[in-house]
Every structure is written in C-alpha cells, then in structure tokens.
C-alpha cells in the first residue's frame, strides 16, 4: 500500500510564502509522476502542479504559473511545492498525489491519479 502524507500548509498573509511537502512511502516513488492538487469550499478539487519522474517534464495551472514551483527529491522519496506570492484565492486544502500510469506520463486530471494524501490546509489572509 502507498502512502502519500503532507506536510508545511498553514496561515499566511498575502504575499508571504509557503513549502510544502509530500513524502511516499513507496521505494518505488522515483518510477512515477507526481502531482499537487487544491481544493477550496464549495469547488471542485483543481490542479495545482505536475512533476515527471525525473522533473523533466512539469506543468502548472495557469493561476499559479510564475508564482509555484514544483520539484522532487527522488532519494527522498518526497515531493516539494514552493509557494511564493501567495494570494487569498490559494486558501484551500492542498493535496499530493501519485499517478501510477508510468514515468513519463504527466496527467492533470485529479480522477487519473492512483493514491492520495489525506491534505494539508493552506490558509492566505487579505
């Protein structure tokens, strides 16, 4: 069984900065691609960021590109999401999530992903 967990969300002003982290359980985890997903209130849950295998391949959601910044730390086993500038629009819970489909697939619809962290809340006051 993989387990996803998350780490780093919290309260913020705007403009201030958050990292968060997802750290996998499966030794396997340098094999698969890796995304970060959100979800606010009353919306559906949204993609936030995408990361290959080898972080050759990376996409972001137009609402945060030039602010996010996704990486990965294979030998750890741990994904990362930087988040600069942030606004109040970002509150949600922040989620990781695996996609098992293979390496170098790099998908950005949340029901594609396999396993899920259970989130971290990321909560940017005005």
């Known amino acids: 069984q993989v387990q996803l967990v998350e780490s780093g969300g919290g309260l913020v002003q705007a403009g201030g900065s958050l990292r968060l982290s997802c750290a996998v359980s499966r030794r396997t985890f340098i094999t698969y691609t890796m995304g970060w997903f959100r979800q606010a209130p009353g919306k559906e849950r949204e993609f936030v960021a995408a990361?290959?295998?080898?972080?050759?391949?990376?996409y972001y959601a137009d609402s945060v590109e030039g602010r996010f910044t996704i990486s990965r730390e294979n030998a750890k086993s741990t994904m990362y999401l930087q988040m600069n500038s942030l606004k109040p629009e970002d509150t949600a819970v922040y989620y990781c999530?695996?996609?098992?489909?293979?390496?170098?697939?790099?998908?950005?619809?949340?029901?594609?992903?396999?396993?899920w962290g259970q989130g971290t809340q990321v909560t940017v006051s005005s």
């Open positions: 990361i290959s295998w080898n972080g050759g391949r990376i």
């Open positions: 999530a695996l996609d098992a489909v293979g390496p170098a697939v790099v998908r950005r619809t949340a029901s594609e992903y396999d396993y």
